[in-house]
Each structure stands twice: as C-alpha cells, then as structure tokens.
C-alpha cells in the first residue's frame, strides 16, 4: 500500500497555532493582552521607530561613512563583441538591432566592450566603444560608428 496523498501530515509539533490575544481571562492573553499596563508599548501605534536607540546615537550614524557617487555618472548597457559574433558577416548593427536580439535591454546608452574575439567583419553602431573593442572590429575589417 504506502502512503497516499490523503495520508500525509506535517511532523508533529511543525505547525503551530497562532497567538489569540485579547480572548478572555482563561486563555491566558486576556485584559492586557501580553503588552504590560501603561507605558509607550501598550498603546496602539506605539514604540519607537526601526534605528532608534533611546537618545543615544544610532549605530548607523555611528559608523564610518564611505565612498562617493557622483550625480553625473552615466550608466551603460554593456555589450562585449564576443557576443557580436550571432549576426552575419557584413552587417550593419544599431542599437535597436542589440534590442531586438536581447542583448540590451531598457533605454541606456550602449558601449562595447572588448571581451573575446571577433570572427565577422561587422558594422557596429553605439554610443561608446572601449579602445579595445574599436580595435579588434577595425582590425578585422569592420566599422564603428559612434552614436553620441
């Protein structure tokens, strides 16, 4: 026989009930329902917000602070020409052409970058290439045409 879909349970003690508060004297959560008498956490809405330490300076304000981002950063959609190599020889490739192939996503401006090898003479479209990238597509024969 074995066991059957409608044979099987949890292992025992896995499952617990949830906490009912505010259900009588019997139940053991009754009159103040586990919060205590008076004070700031018996009230609804109470206790303080997430970070605060009573007055004392919070750990995040404590701590060293790092870095810088600059508000003027572009950010790019990478292409590396090792992934140029699914397109025919002699193509012209524009950005819309990347998107249509799934190898950009979204509206960022598009660099190319010199990871692998290129093995077909292409005509690549961007809006940055990194030296690298620009010449392993001239040496082989192909064109950049940067998009500003």
């Known amino acids: 026989m074995g066991i059957e ?28 329902s586990g919060r205590g008498i008076k004070g700031q956490n018996s009230r609804s809405g109470g206790g303080v917000r997430p970070g605060f330490e009573g007055g004392q300076t919070p750990l995040i304000k404590r701590i060293p602070k790092k870095g810088f981002n600059r508000k003027s950063r572009i950010e ?11 397109f025919k020889d002699d193509e012209e490739i524009s950005i819309p052409r990347l998107k249509e192939e799934g190898l950009i996503k979204g509206n960022l401006p598009v660099k190319i970058l010199g990871r692998g090898e290129l ?25 950049v045409i940067e998009d500003v």
């Open 5 to 32: 879909l409608n044979d099987l349970k949890p292992p025992k003690g896995s499952r617990k009930d949830r906490k009912r508060v505010g259900r009588g004297a019997g139940s053991g959560m009754g009159t103040y």
């Open 76 to 86: 790019y959609s990478i292409v590396n020409i090792d992934e140029l190599n699914r």
């Open 119 to 143: 093995e077909k003479k292409l005509t690549v479209h961007a809006n940055r290439f990194s030296t690298a990238a620009k010449d392993k597509i001239v040496k082989i024969g192909g064109g």
